[in-house]
Nanobody
Framework: QVRLVESGGGLVQTGGSLNLSCVAS????????MGWFRQRPGKEREFVAA????????FYVDQVKGRLTISKDNSKLTVYLQMTNLKTDDTAVYFC?????????????????WGPGTQVTVSS
């Protein structure tokens, strides 16, 4: 069973940057496609970014393209989300999880073993 813990969230002003990390434990391999999702206040959890387990391809929701970058270090069992030029709309709890099966990488139900999340708050 995979256990995930996110970290790196915090309070920043509009235009600021944060670097999120998601560390996996409980397994000796990390051969999963991985995704970052977020849940904004009063909203459903939504897809943000994903990366193939080989780290050869990345995918982003349009709202974050050019501002957020997902990366992966299999040797450290860690997935990162570099966040730049943050906007107030980015305020949310950010979660990571491994992707299972053949469903699309942006499909929430294709992910399991969610971490507890890390809070990102962007102030104007």
């Amino acid at each position: 069973q995979v256990r995930l813990v996110e970290s790196g969230g915090g309070l920043v002003q509009t235009g600021g940057s944060l670097n999120l990390s998601c560390v996996a434990s409980g397994r000796t391999t990390f051969s999963y496609d991985m995704g970052w999702f977020r849940q904004r206040p009063g909203k459903e959890r939504e897809f943000v970014a994903a990366i193939k387990w080989t780290a050869t391809s990345t995918f982003y929701v349009d709202q974050v393209k050019g501002r957020l970058t997902i990366s992966k270090d299999n040797s450290k069992l860690t997935v990162y989300l570099q966040m730049t030029n943050l906007k107030t709309d980015d305020t949310a709890v950010y979660f990571c999880a491994p992707h299972y099966g053949s469903a699309g990488l942006d499909w929430l139900n294709a992910y399991s073993y969610w971490g507890p999340g890390t809070q990102v708050t962007v102030s104007s």
